[in-house]
């Protein structure tokens, strides 16, 4: 495995220095992150606790990663500065330990069933409540019982007048070229 430093950079404000790295591996899986962080450990001479490894990228039929470490001074410091999550991928610190810090235990989700308790549910139909109208007046639905009337006679037919005039005034012309 060769590993090769990218880009080195020093954060002062954090305290911490960053790196870019590529790493080929012939012949070999995608290493873990504790393989890589050893391998940085060694080419930078820093304890391997100091490192920690932000991402890993690998290609499809590429024995190559490319990846982000970042390298701090102290364990306590990195463990103040990063997210447990990533403290947890690099194996610095267990799940265990960020459950006691939030002060949570993790509880069953559900308990046992046995095997012969299972109840099906009943298959039933809902049975249907008629629908009740809003009560209204007595005489106001008399009155509405008298003006119904059927569609089409609603309906007035649509008469166009232009067609009405313009023949009406051809008559007319056709009269008066004759006489």
């Known amino acids: 495995m060769e590993t090769e430093i990218n880009s080195k950079r020093n954060n002062p404000l954090l305290n911490r220095t960053e790196i870019f790295f590529t790493i080929k591996h012939k012949g070999e899986g995608t290493p873990n992150r504790e393989i890589i962080r050893g391998e940085l450990a060694e080419k930078l001479n820093v304890k391997k606790e ?8 690998s290609s499809f039929g590429n024995q190559e990663i490319t990846g982000y470490a970042k390298i701090y ?7 103040n500065i990063e997210p447990d999550y ?50 209204k007046d007595e005489k106001a ?9 059927p569609l089409k ?24 070229k004759k006489e």
């Open 50 to 57: 100091n490192i920690i490894v932000k991402s890993v990228h």
């Open 86 to 135: 990533i403290l947890i991928r690099n194996k610095l610190i267990e799940a265990k330990e960020v459950e006691k810090k939030k002060g949570e235990v993790k509880k069953p989700t559900s308990a046992p069933k046995k095997e012969g308790s299972e109840e099906k549910p009943s298959k039933q139909k809902p049975v249907e409540e008629p629908v009740k109208e809003p009560q």
């Open 141 to 149: 639905k008399e009155s509405l019982k008298g003006e119904k009337k």
């Open 73 to 79: 001074s102290s364990l306590e410091q990195s463990k």
């Open 153 to 176: 006679e609603n309906i007035e037919k649509p008469t166009n007048k232009f067609k009405e005039e313009s023949s009406s005034k051809s008559e007319q012309r056709v009269g008066e």
